[in-house]
């Protein structure tokens, strides 16, 4: 019987938006035995551009997870690298809870000594900065660099490969010249687009967030991992119903 994973993106999906989001993980590297069932999150598109925005994408992320083990699912990945609901749903359930910053920062550190976020706009690194600090990873961190581009919600980065990668290019290469990064993470899930070519034209690691994710939900149910429920206690009553609208 296969494995069900909840992916859930942090702002509602579209007709338009499903297939690019659904496109970082390509068919070759899912398993059959793994169903993969992509959810949006949420009445209202965010970019998560205040802090107001991430409190907003927190609770919805939260709405849309806290009943994934009721619909049978046996894993949760949450496809934002801001790790939004991470902890209150890894208190809500018992069935493994991932995310794109945790399992990318603390890859990073395996594969290298300090590692960059590269990034679309300053507005996101308060996101960063927070989870890094959580994470106690801020000894680990070369830089946050961005390329100051508004990001765009319905198109990703497709239409814009010719511009945007070269921009990303180059500001990476500035973390490793500059910063000192042997390791670079994409500083979000909807940068997956451009993972490959910068793969191809850096000279250090460079992770795709949401792919590194999906491939530990992977190991996590391969190995009958979950978190602990000592770090992360469920509530004595759950009180779903105050995310109700």
Known sequence: ????????????????TRPMVESQLPPEIVRPDIEICFVG????MTLADSYYDMAVMELAVIEAGMRAEEEGFDAV??????D????????????????????????????GQRFSVLTMWPRWYPLYRKTLKEYGLESRLASIRSIGVRPDAAALLAGKEDTIFAQLLETAQQA??????????????????????????????????????????????????????????SPEQFKDAAFSH
């Not at 999150?41 to 209202?44: D, E, I, K, N, R």
């Open 1 to 16: 019987m296969a494995k069900r994973i909840k992916m859930i993106f942090p702002v509602p999906m579209s007709d338009a």
């Open 41 to 44: 999150a949420g009445q209202q």
């Open 77 to 82: 990945c949450i496809n934002t690298v801001s």
């Open 84 to 111: 939004s609901g991470l902890s209150a749903l890894r208190s809500r359930l018992s069935i493994p809870v991932l995310a794109p910053g945790q399992s990318s920062f603390h890859l990073a550190c395996m594969l």
């Open 176 to 233: 490793i010249e500059q910063d000192g990064a042997d390791v670079l993470v994409l500083g979000s899930t909807t940068m997956h687009q451009s993972h490959a070519y910068l793969a191809e034209h850096l000279p250090v690691p460079v992770i795709n967030p949401g792919l590194v994710t999906y491939k530990l939900c992977e190991l996590f149910l391969d190995l009958g991992l979950s978190h602990s429920k000592q770090a992360f206690p």
